[in-house]
């Protein structure tokens, strides 16, 4: 069973961290980890669907921002650059969730909100003074003294796609992890480690395998008629484009261009190319078709080493990779049928809106309200 089933592929900017985008027409309450730390400041039960919740989204190159009631109703929006401590200083991750703040509570008075909860992939570097602090600085400048729980990604990226709080989520943007989540809490994880030692099928792994292909098509062992021209524009520009996509390049001086973009540029960023890679098999390239399979198949496997064979229980969808329509996330949803069929497959689409779910649910609602509030938000 399918819900959430995406639309087709559609880009996000990073956005600016100096400017929030709206999308609406307490001194000690610092930030706490939902995985040991108790919260500061342990609210009391919420007396009506009208108490306002704040969840937030936070990563590497995005923050997103949303309150909202235990009715699910939206009550402000707004979207950030990047507020992730593992790839910003702490001084500029803190503004970016401070501009976000202030862009979602706009026109509502912040002593209102009962919870807040933030996702965040690297949370444990809370730990470290200087970013605990700069976090803090920027929700108690934003008016708010009600605690704050610091979640997994994983976790918001899980109750944006199931409102159950158990079962798996898959996740496969620039990096690729997949985590077994109880009762809303984190229990098992299988990959995530970083492009160097793994993250396997994700972006990264693509881009750096299509730019493998495409030196190889240069010399002439590999057939990539439609990927590694597209590559070759991607990072050389468009006098490339008319280069040949396989055959000989005379002194290997295409190559050697090639090599020096990718050394030139950090690892990641080659993440960029992965819609390129899905695309040329949509074109029927050879080449990016088997990666294309390749990636489909890491990505099942880190899946399979957090999920026990015939389980039944939600599996939610996660990342650039898997959340957009696009020829991997296909394979990847035919795979879920086969492997484990009768699992309902949700997507994460809104990760603020899954943060916003949690803060509620720390605020010990019924589930009933909770599956209300998340048909609401996420349907």
Known sequence: MHQNRPAADRSEPGGNPDRSTPDRSAPDRGPSDRSGASPAG???????????????????TTTRALLCDLAGNR????????????????????????????????GTDPAEVRHGVVGLAGRRLLGRPE????????WEDAGLRCPMTVVPDAAVAFAAGSATGSGSVLI??????????????????????????GDLGSGFWMGREAVRLTLEALSGRVHAPVLAPMVLEELLGSPAASAPAAGPDPGGALANRLVAAVYADRPVALARLAPLVTAAAEHEDPAAADLVEAAARHLMATLAAVRRPGERTPVVLAGSCLVTDNVLARQVV??????????????ALDGAAGAAVLAADSLGVDEATLASMHRRLLA
């Open 131 to 138: 970013v605990r602090a700069a976090f803090r600085r920027a």
């Open 334 to 347: 035919r795979a879920l049928d086969t492997q484990w069929p009768g699992a309902e497959v949700g997507w």
């Open 75 to 106: 009550h402000g929006r707004a979207v950030s650059g990047g507020g992730n401590p593992t790839a910003h200083r702490p001084h500029r991750a803190s503004a970016a969730l401070a501009v976000a703040l202030r862009g979602a509570l706009a």
């Open 42 to 60: 342990t609210p009391t039960a919420p007396e009506d669907s009208s108490e306002l919740v704040l969840g937030m989204d936070v990563g590497g």
């Open 172 to 197: 496969a943007g620039t990096g690729a992890i997949a985590v077994r989540m109880d009762r809303w809490e984190e229990v098992r994880r299988a990959d995530g480690l970083g492009w160097l030692l």
